[in-house]
C-alpha cells in the first residue's frame, strides 16, 4: 500500500524530485480545472457573459497543462523504468490527466451555453434549479475526488465513486422535470435543450470525477475498480 | 464483478506463451524448511518455495541477501565450501536432493548452471559443446556432431560460429561466451537450468539476446535465474522471489510483484528506496 511521503524516499534524490513535480502539476491542474468548472457554472447561473468567454479561453491552458504533464509522465517511464507503487503512480497520474482535460472541455461548453443564455431573451426567466442542484454536488464531487488524490484517502474516494451513482439519478429525474417543461409551453424548447447540454456536461465531469476517484484507488491498493458495482467495490476495498 | 474476474483471466490465457505445456505449471523444485549454515552463521533461513516446471523463476535481492546461496543448494553447489551446513529439504521432481544416495553428479547433469562470467575451456567450439557427452564416453562423431549443431541453434548461437566451430573458443566474444556455455550446459540435456548473473558481464544487446535465449529455453527447461537487475527480472521471468538477510521475503508472480507487491520491503526494494 502506498503511504503519503513515500516518493520522498528514493536514493535517487532527482528520481524524488521528478515524481514530486509530475505530481504538482497535476494537482495544479487540478485546481484549474475545478475553478473552472465553478466559473463556467456561475457565468450560466448569473448570464455573465464576460466571465463565460473568460472560461472559453482559460481551457487553452488546461490543454497545455494535459500535454506537459502527459510529457513527465512518458519522461520518467522511459528513463527511470517505474516499477510498483511509482509505476502505479505515473500511470495514474496520465490518466487523471485526461480525465481533468475532458472536464476542461465540458467546462468550454457549458460556458458556450452560458453566452448563448445570455443572448436570449427566454431563458431570462429560467431558474435553472436542476442545473444549480446538480452542479453543487458534481463540484463537491470533483473536490473530494482530487482531495483524495492529494492526501492518497481511499475513503474519500470510495465515497466519491458512490457519490457517482447519486448523481446520475439526480441527473435522469432533471431531465424528466425538463421534457415536463418542453411539453407545457413549446416555446421553452430553445433554452431548455441548452440547460439539458448543460446538464449533460455536469453528469459527465461526475463520471470523469468517478474516474479520478478510481484512479485513486488503483494508485494506493493496486485495485482496478472500474466497472465494478458500489457493494462489490466496497467489499474489494475492504478485503484489501 | 463475476465477468470482470473472467475477462482477467481469459487475459492472462491468451498472452504469447511459449512456456511449455498450457494450463497451471507443476511443481519442479520444492524447498520444505531449508536452511543454510557456513560455519556457525546462518545463510538461509527456513525457505518455503515451489518452483514451477518449464516457468523462469527469478531470485532478486540486494548483495548478500541468500539469493546465490539458495541457487547453489539445488545443484548442491555449496557442498564444495568447508563448514557448509543445510538442513531442511529440497526435492527435485519429488526426490530429496540432499538424501545420502543421491550421486551429485548425476544430480549436476539434470540441474545445470551457468556462473556470471563465461567460463569456455580454452578449447574449440566445437569440443566445448560436446565436452559433456565425451565425459559421458559418448565419442561417436556422427552423435557429437548431430548434438553440437542442435545445443548451438537452441544457444542461439549455430548461425555466427557454424563456419568456425574448431575455432577456439577464447576467441568469441562475451555473449557470445556466455551463449556457448548455455549450449554446454544444455548439451546434456538437464532438466533444471541455473543462471546466476548470467548477463550482468555482457553488454546491453548481448544481454538481451541471453534474455531472448531464456525465452526460448523456458519451453524445454526449468529456469531459474539470480539477477541484480531488476528490469532483467521483470522481463524474463515468470515468478519472482525477493529475498532480504537470508529469508525470503515475498513470492509471486512476476506481474504482481513488480505492479503491486504485498510486502513493504519488497516495495523499497523494487522501486529503489531507502529500506
Not at chain 2, 524447498?31 to 515451489?50: H, K, P, T, V
Not at chain 2, 548431430?146 to 555473449?175: F, I, N, P, Q, T
Not at chain 2, 529455453?217 to 529475498?243: E, P
Request: overall charge negative.
Amino acid at each position: 500500500m502506498l503511504q503519503q511521503d513515500s516518493y520522498k524516499q528514493h536514493i535517487s534524490a532527482q528520481f524524488n524530485a521528478e515524481l514530486e513535480s509530475v505530481k504538482n502539476h497535476l494537482l495544479e491542474m487540478g485546481g484549474l480545472v475545478e475553478q473552472q468548472i465553478g466559473k463556467a457554472v456561475d457565468s450560466l447561473l448569473n448570464r455573465d457573459s464576460g466571465l463565460a468567454e473568460e472560461v472559453i479561453a482559460g481551457d487553452e491552458q488546461v490543454n497545455d497543462f494535459e500535454i506537459r504533464i502527459d510529457e513527465e509522465c512518458f519522461r520518467i517511464l522511459a528513463r527511470r523504468q517505474p516499477a510498483a507503487s511509482d509505476l502505479r503512480l505515473v500511470l495514474a497520474i496520465s490518466k487523471v490527466t485526461t480525465d481533468l482535460e475532458r472536464i476542461g472541455d465540458e467546462a468550454s461548453k457549458i460556458a458556450r451555453q452560458a453566452v448563448k443564455a445570455s443572448e436570449e431573451a427566454a431563458s431570462s426567466s429560467a431558474t435553472f434549479t436542476e442545473i444549480r442542484h446538480i452542479s453543487n454536488h458534481v463540484g463537491e464531487m470533483l473536490r473530494h475526488a482530487l482531495d483524495a488524490f492529494a492526501r492518497l484517502d481511499v475513503d474519500m474516494a470510495v465515497e466519491t465513486v458512490i457519490a457517482d451513482r447519486s448523481v446520475d439519478s439526480e441527473y435522469a429525474t432533471a431531465m424528466r422535470s425538463l421534457v415536463t417543461f418542453m411539453m407545457e409551453d413549446p416555446r421553452t424548447i430553445s433554452p431548455v435543450l441548452g440547460q439539458m447540454w448543460t446538464l449533460r456536461s455536469l453528469e459527465r465531469v461526475g463520471d470523469h470525477a468517478c474516474n479520478i476517484a478510481e484512479n485513486v484507488i488503483y494508485l494506493v491498493r493496486g485495485l482496478d475498480v472500474r466497472h465494478v458495482e458500489p457493494d462489490e467495490l466496497i467489499n474489494q476495498v475492504e478485503e484489501k | 464483478m463475476q465477468t470482470h474476474a473472467i475477462d482477467i483471466q481469459a487475459l492472462k490465457r491468451d498472452q504469447p506463451q511459449p512456456s511449455g505445456p498450457a494450463g497451471p505449471a507443476e511443481t519442479s523444485l520444492r524447498m520444505e524448511q531449508l536452511n543454510l549454515f557456513y560455519n556457525n552463521s546462518q545463510a538461509l533461513y527456513d525457505i518455503n518455495l515451489e518452483i514451477p516446471r518449464q516457468r523462469v523463476t527469478a531470485f532478486i535481492g540486494p548483495s548478500g541477501c541468500g539469493k546465490s546461496s539458495l541457487l547453489r543448494c539445488i545443484n548442491r553447489m555449496n557442498d564444495l565450501v568447508d563448514g557448509c551446513r543445510v538442513d531442511g529439504r529440497l526435492l527435485l521432481e519429488n526426490e530429496d536432493v540432499y538424501d545420502r544416495r543421491v550421486d551429485v553428479a548425476a544430480l549436476r547433469r539434470r540441474v545445470g548452471m551457468v556462473f556470471q562470467k563465461p567460463n569456455p575451456f580454452p578449447k574449440s567450439i566445437y569440443e566445448n559443446v560436446a565436452y559433456g557427452l565425451r565425459i559421458q564416453g559418448i565419442n561417436k562423431k556422427r552423435v557429437l556432431d548431430e548434438v553440437v549443431e542442435k545445443s548451438l541453434r537452441a544457444a542461439a548461437l549455430w548461425e555466427e560460429v557454424k563456419d568456425r566451430l574448431h575455432e577456439s573458443a577464447l576467441g568469441m566474444s562475451g555473449g557470445q561466451q556466455q551463449r556457448l556455455v548455455i549450449a554446454r550446459t544444455i548439451a546434456v540435456e538437464p532438466e533444471v537450468l541455473l543462471l546466476d548473473e548470467p548477463a550482468s558481464a555482457l553488454d546491453p544487446i548481448s544481454t538481451l539476446k541471453i534474455e531472448e535465449l531464456i525465452y526460448e529455453l523456458k519451453s524445454r527447461y526449468t529456469i531459474v535465474i539470480v539477477t541484480h537487475n531488476m528490469q532483467q527480472a521483470a522481463r524474463v521471468s515468470d515468478m519472482t522471489a525477493f529475498m532480504y538477510m537470508g529469508k525470503l521475503i515475498e513470492y509471486d508472480d512476476t506481474d504482481t510483484l513488480f505492479t503491486n507487491p504485498e510486502q513493504k520491503q519488497t516495495e523499497d526494494y523494487i522501486t529503489g528506496r531507502y529500506g
